[in-house]
């Protein structure tokens, strides 16, 4: 998740907490050959990535500028990429990007002719079921069948609905018979219960991909794959990941304010796993000062952190 779940965050969650597999990094924009520098793929250093195997992802709609991005990619040791027709973000796709790209098939194609023959590992997608409706996904499936990709992963919404609603099950439903990739799922996976619906549901799926449940409760992947939530004080683990988590930012960040913010940004999720957490978060927000930060995260974990359920 971009702006959140970069190398330092990856690296410490896979230290306290058990159930991926891997992750999908953030996405990189493509920038011409000649504007590229080693800070564009600096949160993708392999050295940096020790705890938590990633596949990069990457953002754009030039082949050239892909390929010559997937390429460097693949020298540093990935054995496969991902390419990002999901975002949907209008400034991404009024530029037909990310889903923005879901309703132009040929574009796609032409992309896809092109970076195919020249990338030397796997590509990979994740999209959205389309831009503005639910079938435009069903006119781009039959092209992505034509070339070699290791798989795609489908979060069932358009990107006009943004997050609002539900995952749109049925028409995930249909494009997992019109796929011959591996197909992953991904949205709104919170709970076991939930999860267990879904692979009930989608038998012939075995690979999941958890984005903002993962944040706002830190053990579902590991709950998920033992079957069970048995873990009986969640609070005491969660406050050890938050603290090193900080510590962590505390030392790479510049200045207050852009550690203040980058916590402000956890906490939107973090706060969610908790019962009382709703007026935490908006006590966090409305904060501006470092030190108040703090005494307010240390007064909820020593007298008012109630975990959910
Ligand atoms: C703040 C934020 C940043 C995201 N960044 C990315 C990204 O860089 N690449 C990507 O493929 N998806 C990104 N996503 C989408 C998630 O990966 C995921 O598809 C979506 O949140 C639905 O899954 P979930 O319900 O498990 O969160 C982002 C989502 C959020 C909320």
Known sequence: MKGLTDAVFRNTFAEHFDGFDSALAPFVTTVAADRFTDRHVRDLLPHQNGRMPIEPQILGNSADDFSFLARHLFDMGYPDVNWNLGCPFRPVTKKRRGSGLIPFPGQVDEFLDKTV??????????????????????????????YPLKEITIHPRTARQMYAGRPDLDAFEVCLAQSRHPVVYNGDITDLKGFRELSTRFPQIDSWMIGRGALSRPFLPGIIKSGKDDIPDKIAPFQAFYTDLFGRYQELLSGPGHLLDR????????????????????????TFQLPRYLQIVERFFEEEAQWEG
């Open 117 to 146: 023959a020249v990338i030397p590992g796997r590509l990979s997608i994740k999209l959205r079921l389309g831009r503005n409706t639910p079938d435009e996904i069903v006119k781009l499936l039959p092209i992505l069948n034509r």
């Open 263 to 286: 916590m402000k940004g956890f906490w939107k999720y973090f706060a969610v796993g908790f019962e009382n957490g709703a007026v935490l978060e908006k006590r966090i927000h409305h």
